[in-house]
């Protein structure tokens, strides 16, 4: 990602125009819009496509509805798509509709060649056809002979349609889709499509008779048909880019990322892809495809009517904070689960705890001791030097991740760095130096220029996800050239890169925390605003990492494995009923992560010091929590926990603090669980106990 001058071209579906945008199409524009900005903080070009697809029975029907031709119809729909991505800052460079003469003339010239190249055949076909429903049925379909939606009957029709040669180019494709193990992203969306491809491929019935239909594209072959919707949509990749190049002369087609949502994978991967390949044209260099918003275990969907309007979320808690949400908690390609409570723990635990309580602590110290101005200084000491290398490695580490679109993880990589900023602050205490006047002054400006270094190179990196609260917050740090964004010659994710020439500003509170539950009644509340918290259970658990250095069977009871196990310099024995899980190869050498201060038990005459925390995943295996990238030794913590262990702790005690599975990561409650080297992760699925 760090090579410049690269060309970058990414594309959303286009969205039906019988619905108004719901969370599902926001977050695939959300994810292109975060995406591309990552790929222009890497120096690329970009070029962002998004648009609306508007011919087809099921626009033609809601235009009936409504009692307006399609066309009116289309026209205020669309637009509602393009206000509604103005609302939440998508930076999209075109927004296509299929209804744009350019795009019309250009299906009709795709669709001429393939005619010309004989690629499309005429046929009769004869079905059960419903005029109720306007389509027709499989006769394994229908129920009690009667169509199975509206109940009516069905007639026997014989219709002549136009077939593209699909089932042609099914050896082709299983080949080309082994052969780019990245093409289907992710591995296991792609092993599902040639799973699909086991069976024998039809061709594609790519017409419409406009007796049935008229609300679409006319076959330029045959005035008496219009274009299958989808063969309609798919060309919008292709037309929308007709002719345009990036600024080094090279053509925007290829894509090099279709993203799209998993139920649109087939028509993508196998009608797009083959009608390309008919044609002698580049395909897209990758399909992504990722999973839904959930909501109460169902699809969020207008049908189910459990939608999110995006709108209302960003009156509530303003557009960069539900961009925030959708990034960080949803796992690209993985279904996630939408909740109001979900998106106020993120907002409170990273936003206001992290992200703007590090900005507000430095700007306080440099109005009240550096009249708000930073000179900035050469890191000399070593507390100076490894924030500087902290900085350095959470570009390099969160720019990688963006790479393979693990957005939620690079987002916590930046999350590290910045609260490695407030341990920082913590450790060097800025505010007495504050109070040591003159003499002070230096040293304060050192450490708050090097804390304000380190969160500008974060804020950064975070600006993908929230544009606007972090112009706001680089703004605040005094950085900022102009209003409009930074200097091109030095990129804002080095460190240095920028001088401090503009005063702090004062009294900037970032993201305002949303207060959950009411202090209990009578409880005291300290001046910070911050309820008196009665002790946590957590804090009583000490968790470390460990290593697996052997494996024994246990020489008494079947399920159960003696692991010996290295913590630190330190070894300990720890019995694990891990044998129907696991074999021996197989963990031996893993890095875990155990209950270190438990009580230690004789499990059938072998002394177990410690537990080994472990998840259920898929097919029931259990299988160990994974400290990722940590020693042997480290602590594993949950943020914003101190730490309190108590010795011989009981399973009871243990037991207290809930540990389960988000997104494929550990939990205790809304707090992530923690090694320095990152999140602890586990492979199973949301919700999943962890014991
Ligand atoms: N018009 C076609 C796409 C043509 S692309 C050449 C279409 N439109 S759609 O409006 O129905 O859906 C667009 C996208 O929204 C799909 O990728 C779909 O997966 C996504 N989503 C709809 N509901 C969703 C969720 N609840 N969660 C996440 N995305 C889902 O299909």
């Known amino acids: 990602m760090s090579t410049a001058n690269k060309n970058f071209f990414i594309t959303t579906p286009i969205y039906y125009v019988n619905d108004t ?68 800052n998508i930076g999209f460079d075109k ?23 004989g690629q499309i055949y005429e046929k009769e076909y ?39 040669r699909m089932s042609a180019y099914q050896d082709w494709l299983v080949k080309y889709i082994e052969e780019h193990p990245d093409f289907i992203l992710p591995d296991f ?45 798919l060309f919008n990749y292709m037309s929308a880019v007709d002719g345009k190049t990036f600024p080094d002369g090279s053509p925007i087609w290829p894509a090099d990322y279709h993203l799209l949502g998993k139920d649109i994978l087939t028509t993508h991967a196998v009608y797009w892809t083959t009608m390309l390949k008919a044609l002698d044209l580049p395909l897209p260099r990758h399909i992504l495809a990722h999973g839904w918003w959930m909501m ?26 539900f961009r925030y949400f959708l990034i960080r908690e949803m796992v690209v390609g993985q279904d996630a689960s939408f909740s109001r409570e979900a998106l106020v723990l993120r907002l409170n635990s990273e936003l206001a705890n992290d992200v703007g309580n590090g900005l507000s602590r430095i700007l306080k110290l440099a109005a009240t001791g550096l009249g708000n101005r930073l000179t900035p200084v050469p890191s000399e000491g070593e507390e100076e030097a490894a924030l500087k290398r902290a900085a350095e490695e959470a570009v390099t580490a969160a720019l990688e991740k963006v790479r393979a679109l693990k957005l939620s993880n690079a987002i916590e990589d930046t999350l590290a760095l910045i609260r490695a900023v407030n341990r920082y602050l913590e450790v060097k205490a800025p505010w007495k ?60 994710l080095v460190w240095g890169g920028y001088g401090y020439g503009n005063p702090l ?45 052997a494996v024994e069977d246990h ?50 005459g072998v002394e177990s010091k410690g537990m080994i925390l472990a998840a259920e995943g898929e097919g029931g295996k259990v299988i160990p929590v994974s400290p990722d990238g940590a020693a042997p030794g480290d602590d594993v913590t949950a943020e914003g926990t101190p730490p309190a262990p108590k010795s011989d702790l009981t399973m009871k005690e243990f037991e207290k603090a809930p540990l389960t599975v988000r997104s494929g990561t550990v939990f205790y409650r809304d707090r992530p669980l923690r090694s320095p080297k990152g999140p602890i992760s586990a492979k199973a699925q949301d919700g999943t106990v962890v014991r």
Request: some cysteine.
């Open 505 to 549: 500003a004062e009294g900037v509170n970032l993201f305002p925390r949303i207060e959950t539950a009411k202090p209990a009644p009578g409880g005291q509340k300290p001046a910070d605003g911050k309820a008196s918290a009665p002790a946590d259970p957590f804090s009583l658990i000490h968790l470390k990492v460990a290593r697996v250095e």
């Open 296 to 321: 109460d275990n169902a699809r969020m969907s207008k049908t189910t009517g459990n939608v999110v309007n995006p709108m209302d979320m960003k009156t509530e808690f303003g557009v960069d904070v």
């Open 21 to 88: 945008p719901h969370i599902g199409h926001a977050y695939t524009t959300i994810l292109s819009d975060v995406l591309t900005r990552f790929h222009k903080l890497a120096g690329e070009n970009t070029f962002f496509l998004t648009g609306t697809d508007e011919h087809g029975q099921k626009v033609q029907q809601a235009a009936d509805k409504r009692g307006t031709s399609p066309q009116e119809h289309t026209d205020i729909f669309s637009k509602r798509f393009k206000e509604a991505w103005g609302e939440i």
């Open 126 to 164: 004869e079905g059960l056809y419903s005029v109720g429903e306007e389509r027709f049925f499989s006769e394994k379909e229908l129920v009690n002979g009667m169509d199975p939606v509206s109940g009516r009957p069905v007639e026997r029709v014989t219709e002549k349609n136009y077939f593209f």
């Open 189 to 233: 969306r792609r092993n599902e499509v040639l799973g699909f491809l086991r069976q024998p491929l039809n061709d594609l019935c790519i017409s419409r008779p406009k007796s049935r239909l008229a609300w679409g594209i006319t076959l330029p072959f045959d005035k008496d048909f219009v274009a299958y919707v989808w063969v309609d949509a």
């Open 433 to 492: 130096l504050a109070k040591e006047g003159e003499a002070g002054k230096a040293k304060l400006n050192s450490v708050l220029y090097h804390s304000a270094e380190a969160l500008r190179i974060g804020f950064s990196l975070l600006q993908p996800v929230m544009p606007s609260k972090m112009v706001e917050a680089l703004a605040a740090l005094g950085v900022l050239q102009g209003a409009t964004g930074f200097d091109p010659k030095t990129s804002p």
């Open 555 to 604: 020489p008494n009871a079947d399920s159960l494995y003696v692991l010996r196990l290295k913590i630190g310099e330190e070894e300990r024995t720890v019995c694990a009923g891990l044998k129907k899980h696991l074999t021996p190869e197989e963990l031996k050498g893993r890095d875990v992560v155990v209950v270190y201060n438990l009580k230690p038990a004789n499990l059938r």
């Open 95 to 117: 927004f296509i509709r299929t209804t744009d003469p350019e795009h019309i003339a250009f299906v009709q010239k795709m669709v001429q060649a393939l005619w010309d190249k």
